[in-house]
């Protein structure tokens, strides 16, 4: 069934094709549909997520990520744009591998 409307959804996006022989348009067809949209099958997506779930709600509560999971933000993002740091704002401390050991200059 959500294959069914994963393919709606993207003959909507796409659109009709005009047949070349009898110059009509027509609905694409679920292989042209797949050849146009070359992402992962939704349905294993989904699956894969289900999967890691399951894998996070058996390790506790503990755990960081089971936190992450389940639990729910509190608070407001401030609006605009983030605040600059000084590891962003500092080049001079930049070594040739493009690491930042700007905490020696502090």
Known sequence: MLRVFENRVLRRIFGP???????????????????????????????????????????????GIYRVLVGKPKGKRPLGRPTRRVADTCECGKEPSGSIKWKQFL
Do not use: Q
Request: proline share 0%.
């Open 17 to 63: 094709k005009r047949d070349e022989v009898t110059r009509e348009w027509r609905k694409l067809h679920n292989e042209e549909v797949n050849d146009l949209y070359s992402s992962l099958n939704i349905i294993l997506v989904i699956k894969s997520r289900m999967r890691w779930a399951g894998h996070v709600a058996c390790i506790g509560e503990k755990r």
